[in-house]
């Protein structure tokens, strides 16, 4: 069956930084598109970012541009979520997820459970 782990989370200062990781099993991780997603409390899940199949092109929501960086190793069936310069905004439970294809639209397949970040201020 299809798994996506997170890991990575933890408590971080504003200005710090976090790798956020997602090991994939269970899928021919070469032929998904991988995501990042993150529900903050009381607020809807949102796009993070997200890295075509072979690594060659990512998305990020304007607010993250500059400071998150997505890449995937395909030999270790692992994406990364690199955040840096963090505000207490970022504050949230980061998701990875995972769909066949090159585009990042909706529908996503498969999903994590998820990992905390908490940026303190």
């Known amino acids: 069956q299809v798994q996506l782990v997170e890991s990575g989370g933890g408590l971080v200062q504003a200005g710090g930084s976090l790798r956020l990781s997602c090991a994939a099993s269970?899928?021919?991780?070469?032929?998904?598109?991988m995501g990042w997603f993150r529900q903050a409390p009381g607020k809807e899940r949102e796009f993070v970012g997200g890295?075509?199949?072979?690594?060659?092109?990512?998305s990020s929501a304007d607010s993250m541009k500059g400071r998150f960086t997505i890449s995937r190793d395909n030999a270790k069936n692992t994406v990364y979520l690199q955040m840096n310069s963090l505000k207490p905004e970022d504050t949230a439970v980061y998701y990875c997820a995972a769909k066949r294809g090159n585009n990042f639209f909706p529908p996503w397949e498969y999903w994590g459970q998820g990992t905390q970040v908490t940026v303190s201020s």
């Open positions: 269970g899928l021919t991780f070469s032929s998904y598109a």
């Open positions: 890295i075509s199949m072979s690594g060659s092109s990512t």
